[in-house]
């Protein structure tokens, strides 16, 4: 993953922490349009949209899904540390 899209996506993982959906979705969308193979990343981070909307939190099992999305290395601890 270049630089710039792993950026976005860190900033995309704390806004999810936070309950920041707005953010959450731009920050996914931008890492999107640099690396278009991460498809799975962005369904977690709207999953994760979704139920904040609907439930005012995320599962445990939609951060794991967000944990499997992103795979090993620094993102992962990321999320990691975010789960609420």
């Given at each position: 993953m270049q630089p710039k899209a792993e950026a976005f996506v860190e900033e995309a993982i704390r806004a999810v922490a936070i309950h920041d959906v707005a953010e959450a979705r731009i920050a996914v969308a931008q890492a999107?349009?640099?690396?278009?193979?991460?498809?799975?990343?962005?369904?977690?981070v709207h999953l994760a949209?979704?139920?904040i909307e609907?439930?005012?939190?995320?599962?445990?099992?939609?951060?794991?899904?967000?944990a499997d999305a992103v795979g090993p290395g620094h993102l992962l601890v990321v999320v990691e540390t975010s789960r609420e």
């Amino acid at each position: 993953m270049q630089p710039k899209a792993e950026a976005f996506v860190e900033e995309a993982i704390r806004a999810v922490a936070i309950h920041d959906v707005a953010e959450a979705r731009i920050a996914v969308a931008q890492a999107y349009d640099i690396d278009h193979t991460l498809d799975p990343l962005v369904d977690a981070v709207h999953l994760a949209c979704a139920e904040i909307e609907e439930d005012g939190l995320v599962s445990i099992a939609t951060w794991n899904t967000l944990a499997d999305a992103v795979g090993p290395g620094h993102l992962l601890v990321v999320v990691e540390t975010s789960r609420e």
